[in-house]
């Protein structure tokens, strides 16, 4: 089974898969430059809830570290928190490194400390990938035929996965039997990096497009739907890539079974429900154009967002790093 190094730091600089590139080139992105780092999440380069957490936290010890004061760190926050407003994990990691600041604020080793603390909320990525895996499969009660929406893999974390990390392990335990991937538009995570990453590791795939899920269902091809999350509320309402409530609605209609596996730093407490759940609006050209290519007119009013909330009473389970939750959620 292979990963994808989607987040390293190596030599001083942040090294990152460029996502945009996937899967017809493997080109990386090597930086030191907070700036740039910004750019590479606002542009997806690097995507994916806890890969944005990372890639922040990394910017801020490696700005700070080139321009150490109280000020510029508090520059660097400010731009890294406008860069994407939906996913909790980019928060989260951007807060446990100012805990750190301020804790050793007049600390000499106060650079070494905020690189650290990025290294240590990668290699725990690490590990809650690992820990979600495991106990994601408790979903396969046989040998499943499983659908997927958007990328919840290595390319969206630090380690194996979310979502897609329990369907490599139920395929490692002769669990899986197929996967199903919606091509998830606009800007096709799907077809373009789950798909990627189940070629890697040998798994058996077949793309779909998104409005293809109620068919594949009703043909009873599909026996349970895994995503990832972005940002689930306190009573589990669940924000994930726009189109999966759409599968939550289908999941139910046809009664299958739709799961969601996230870390708990994806558990956003201070949000009751989902109505709370900033969502993330995407530039009207990735609805006009594909690659560049014009495909409807420029004039044309555009709605995009980039995500939708799954109310918590179609959610089968939640699966975090520390439990296998079942509804009533109460984070
Ligand atoms: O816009 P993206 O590609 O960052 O959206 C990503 C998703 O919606 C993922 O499903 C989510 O972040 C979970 S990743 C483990």
Redesign the pocket.
Known sequence: MQDLRTVEFRDGNLILLDQTKLPLREEYITTKDYERIALAIER?EV??????GVAAAYALAIGYSLEPSEESFNKIYKRLEKT?PT?VNLFWALEEMKKVFYQHKHSKELSELLLRKAREILHDDIEKCEAIAKNGLKIFHSKLNVLT?????SL??AGS????NVIKKGFENGLVNHVFVDETRP?L?GSRLTAFELEKNGIPFTINTDSTAAFLMKQGKIDCVI????RIAANGDTA??IG?YNLAVLANFHRIPFYVA?PTS?IDKNCSDGSEIKI?LRDKSEITHIKGIQITKENYDIYSP??DVTPNSLITAIITEKDFHLPPYNF
Do not use: M, W
Request: charged content about 15%.
């Open positions: 997806l995507r994916g809830a806890p890969a944005i994407r996913a929406h958007c990328n919840a893999g969206a974390t996965g979310t979502a897609l800007l995570q995503v990832g999350a972005d994930n890539k999966t996230a994806s993330e980039a995500f």
